[in-house]
Protein backbone atom coordinates (compact mmCIF):
# COMPACT_ATOMS: atom_id res chain seq x y z
CA UNK A 1 0.00 0.00 0.00
CA UNK A 2 2.83 2.42 0.80
CA UNK A 3 5.60 3.29 -1.42
CA UNK A 4 9.53 3.29 0.82
CA UNK A 5 9.32 7.11 1.12
CA UNK A 6 6.38 6.63 2.74
CA UNK A 7 7.11 3.38 4.81
CA UNK A 8 10.42 5.28 6.50
CA UNK A 9 7.58 8.68 6.82
CA UNK A 10 5.75 6.29 8.82
CA UNK A 11 8.66 4.84 10.91
CA UNK A 12 9.47 8.76 11.86
CA UNK A 13 6.26 9.72 12.84
CA UNK A 14 5.68 6.44 14.43
CA UNK A 15 8.63 7.01 16.40
CA UNK A 16 9.38 10.73 16.78
CA UNK A 17 5.90 11.77 16.24
CA UNK A 18 5.01 15.82 15.70
CA UNK A 19 8.79 16.35 16.50
CA UNK A 20 9.90 14.52 13.34
CA UNK A 21 7.38 16.82 11.18
CA UNK A 22 8.84 19.50 13.40
CA UNK A 23 12.56 19.11 12.00
CA UNK A 24 11.70 18.43 8.57
CA UNK A 25 9.89 21.33 7.78
CA UNK A 26 12.69 23.45 9.33
CA UNK A 27 14.81 22.10 7.66
CA UNK A 28 12.83 22.57 3.70
CA UNK A 29 11.86 26.21 5.25
CA UNK A 30 15.67 26.45 5.26
CA UNK A 31 16.72 25.68 2.35
CA UNK A 32 18.62 22.84 3.07
CA UNK A 33 16.10 20.50 3.48
CA UNK A 34 14.82 20.85 0.21
CA UNK A 35 15.33 17.28 -0.66
CA UNK A 36 13.40 15.65 2.19
CA UNK A 37 9.84 14.28 1.50
CA UNK A 38 8.07 16.58 3.63
CA UNK A 39 5.17 16.66 1.82
CA UNK A 40 5.27 12.65 1.88
CA UNK A 41 5.95 12.94 5.55
CA UNK A 42 3.04 14.83 6.13
CA UNK A 43 0.09 13.40 4.18
CA UNK A 44 1.62 10.09 5.90
CA UNK A 45 1.56 11.46 9.28
CA UNK A 46 -2.14 12.51 8.88
CA UNK A 47 -3.00 9.10 7.04
CA UNK A 48 -1.54 7.54 10.35
CA UNK A 49 -3.23 9.71 13.08
CA UNK A 50 -6.66 9.60 11.22
CA UNK A 51 -8.51 12.78 10.33
CA UNK A 52 -9.86 13.71 14.21
CA UNK A 53 -8.91 17.09 14.75
CA UNK A 54 -7.13 16.38 18.12
CA UNK A 55 -4.93 14.00 15.95
CA UNK A 56 -3.88 15.89 13.11
CA UNK A 57 -3.60 19.46 15.12
CA UNK A 58 -0.16 18.69 16.52
CA UNK A 59 0.95 17.25 13.35
CA UNK A 60 -0.36 20.96 11.24
CA UNK A 61 1.48 23.12 13.97
CA UNK A 62 4.81 21.15 13.62
CA UNK A 63 4.92 21.80 10.56
CA UNK A 64 3.82 25.55 10.18
CA UNK A 65 6.08 26.41 13.13
CA UNK A 66 8.78 24.15 11.53
CA UNK A 67 8.83 25.67 8.24
CA UNK A 68 8.62 29.31 9.54
CA UNK A 69 11.02 28.79 12.05
CA UNK A 70 13.49 27.31 8.82
CA UNK A 71 12.78 30.57 7.07
CA UNK A 72 13.02 32.30 9.82
CA UNK A 73 16.26 31.53 10.91
CA UNK A 74 17.53 32.07 7.11
CA UNK A 75 16.26 35.49 7.09
CA UNK A 76 18.13 36.63 10.21
CA UNK A 77 21.36 35.05 9.21
CA UNK A 78 21.41 36.88 5.75
CA UNK A 79 20.19 40.25 7.21
CA UNK A 80 22.56 40.35 10.40
CA UNK A 81 25.35 37.89 9.64
CA UNK A 82 25.05 38.79 5.14
CA UNK A 83 25.06 34.97 4.83
CA UNK A 84 24.45 33.45 1.30
CA UNK A 85 22.90 30.31 1.46
CA UNK A 86 23.44 29.91 -2.11
CA UNK A 87 26.68 29.40 -1.75
CA UNK A 88 26.63 26.23 0.32
CA UNK A 89 25.83 22.79 -1.75
CA UNK A 90 23.68 21.57 0.36
CA UNK A 91 21.17 24.15 -0.36
CA UNK A 92 19.70 23.10 -3.65
CA UNK A 93 18.55 26.74 -4.50
CA UNK A 94 20.66 29.11 -6.76
CA UNK A 95 21.15 32.89 -7.67
CA UNK A 96 18.85 32.57 -10.90
CA UNK A 97 15.92 31.37 -9.16
CA UNK A 98 16.41 33.62 -6.43
CA UNK A 99 16.46 36.83 -8.92
CA UNK A 100 13.00 35.28 -10.21
CA UNK A 101 11.28 35.54 -6.59
CA UNK A 102 13.06 38.34 -6.05
CA UNK A 103 11.25 40.07 -8.91
CA UNK A 104 7.82 39.13 -6.95
CA UNK A 105 9.01 40.65 -3.74
CA UNK A 106 9.53 43.92 -5.50
CA UNK A 107 6.54 43.96 -7.50
CA UNK A 108 3.95 42.39 -4.15
CA UNK A 109 5.99 42.83 -1.15
CA UNK A 110 4.72 40.71 1.86
CA UNK A 111 2.17 39.24 0.13
CA UNK A 112 4.49 37.98 -2.25
CA UNK A 113 6.16 36.40 0.54
CA UNK A 114 3.01 34.18 1.90
CA UNK A 115 1.84 33.48 -1.60
CA UNK A 116 5.34 31.85 -2.46
CA UNK A 117 5.05 29.67 0.86
CA UNK A 118 1.86 28.07 -0.61
CA UNK A 119 3.15 26.84 -3.70
CA UNK A 120 5.18 23.58 -3.95
CA UNK A 121 8.77 24.36 -5.19
CA UNK A 122 9.46 28.25 -4.36
CA UNK A 123 8.93 27.55 -0.67
CA UNK A 124 10.96 29.93 1.53
CA UNK A 125 12.83 31.54 -1.65
CA UNK A 126 11.70 34.75 -0.92
CA UNK A 127 13.64 34.75 2.75
CA UNK A 128 16.92 35.29 0.75
CA UNK A 129 15.77 38.50 -1.27
CA UNK A 130 13.38 39.81 1.20
CA UNK A 131 16.19 40.10 3.80
CA UNK A 132 18.66 41.36 1.39
CA UNK A 133 16.58 44.24 -0.36
CA UNK A 134 14.12 45.53 2.17
CA UNK A 135 13.57 46.84 5.48
CA UNK A 136 11.02 44.07 6.14
CA UNK A 137 11.39 43.26 9.85
CA UNK A 138 11.93 40.37 10.84
CA UNK A 139 8.59 39.56 12.79
CA UNK A 140 6.66 40.94 9.49
CA UNK A 141 8.71 38.61 7.75
CA UNK A 142 7.93 35.51 10.14
CA UNK A 143 4.28 36.42 10.07
CA UNK A 144 4.29 36.68 6.24
CA UNK A 145 5.67 33.03 5.98
CA UNK A 146 3.36 31.85 8.78
CA UNK A 147 0.27 32.39 6.75
CA UNK A 148 1.60 30.97 3.33
CA UNK A 149 2.88 27.71 5.43
CA UNK A 150 -0.65 27.50 6.95
CA UNK A 151 -1.98 27.65 3.45
CA UNK A 152 -0.12 24.88 1.91
CA UNK A 153 0.12 22.85 5.16
CA UNK A 154 -3.49 23.42 4.86
CA UNK A 155 -3.46 22.06 1.34
CA UNK A 156 -1.49 18.95 2.51
CA UNK A 157 -3.73 18.20 5.19
CA UNK A 158 -6.65 17.99 2.80
CA UNK A 159 -4.55 15.82 0.81
CA UNK A 160 -4.52 13.43 4.05
CA UNK A 161 -8.14 13.67 4.28
CA UNK A 162 -8.97 12.42 0.73
CA UNK A 163 -6.11 9.48 1.24
CA UNK A 164 -7.72 8.56 4.54
CA UNK A 165 -11.42 8.93 3.50
CA UNK A 166 -10.47 7.84 -0.42
CA UNK A 167 -10.70 9.97 -3.23
CA UNK A 168 -14.71 9.08 -4.14
CA UNK A 169 -15.52 10.00 -0.46
CA UNK A 170 -13.62 12.86 -0.39
CA UNK A 171 -14.85 14.19 -3.56
CA UNK A 172 -18.25 13.67 -1.96
CA UNK A 173 -17.07 15.51 1.80
CA UNK A 174 -15.50 18.61 -0.17
CA UNK A 175 -17.20 18.66 -3.66
CA UNK A 176 -15.29 17.86 -6.74
CA UNK A 177 -14.14 21.19 -7.02
CA UNK A 178 -12.07 22.13 -4.05
CA UNK A 179 -10.38 18.22 -4.74
CA UNK A 180 -9.70 18.73 -8.48
CA UNK A 181 -8.23 22.45 -6.92
CA UNK A 182 -5.41 20.78 -5.11
Known sequence: MFGSHAATALALVDSYGAIAIFAVFALEGA???????????????????GVEAVAVLP????????????????????RRFDADPTSLRVVPVDEGQLEGVGRWFDRWGLPAVAASNAVPGTRGWLAVPTANASSVSAPRFAAASLVGSVAYVGALAAVGVAVVFGFGDALGAFGAGAVAYL
Do not use: C, D, Y
Open 31 to 49: LVGKMLPARTLFVTAVVAV
Open 59 to 78: VFAAAVVGATAGQSVVFVAV
